[in-house]
């Protein structure tokens, strides 16, 4: 894994719960208090985790779909922003769409995986050469502890380079 010295970084304090925990404490509380985790991050693929619990049930004794929507996007999220780390130019990202189809009760802990890391690098790369923004639908799966399909999720992030500030 050939990682520039920023997307080292970024990926040790993704992975680290200590400082992942604090950026979600100041930045997305809903996210701690859920109980989402980032579990793996590669230039190809992103992986996070929720298990059910107290503050993250619905009235039918599953995972409240809001949560795991949350998850689910936080696996496109955290590798939109690893891919955008490679890179000096200074590059915004918001999602502008998202769909979920969902095949199972989620109980126990389910994984999110996006390996749509080849796909963020791709286009990321046209935003910067042609200076024009890009959209990019991200697809992510959750799976329970059998390996069983919950959910899936379609996330589409938009890519702009923010112009320079003049000094």
């Known amino acids: 894994m050939n990682l520039s010295e920023k997307q080292q970084k970024i990926r040790k304090q993704i992975l680290s719960p200590f400082k992942f925990g604090l950026f979600k404490i100041s930045k997305l509380p809903l996210t701690f208090l859920s109980g989402i ?5 590669s230039p190809t693929s ?14 039918f004794q599953s995972i409240y ?13 955290v590798l ?20 979920g189809k969902f095949h199972k009760k989620a109980t126990g802990r389910i ?6 890391g080849a796909l963020f690098q791709k286009e990321i790369e046209r935003c910067i ?29 938009s890519f702009k380079l923010r112009e320079k500030q003049p000094s």
């Open 80 to 99: 939109a922003i690893f891919s955008i780390s490679k890179y000096e130019e200074s590059i915004s990202l918001l999602v502008i769409e998202s769909n």
């Open 65 to 77: 779909y809001g949560v795991l929507a949350m998850t689910a996007e936080l696996s496109t999220g």
């Open 46 to 59: 992103a992986t996070t985790s929720v298990k059910y619990g107290y503050l993250n049930t619905n009235p």
């Open 129 to 157: 050469e042609e200076k024009t923004p890009v959209t990019v639908s991200a697809s992510t799966q959750g799976y329970n502890e059998q390996n069983e399909l919950v959910c899936e999720y379609t996330f589409t992030w």
């Open 37 to 41: 985790k980032a579990t793996a991050l």
């Open 111 to 116: 994984k999110f995986t996006c390996n749509d």
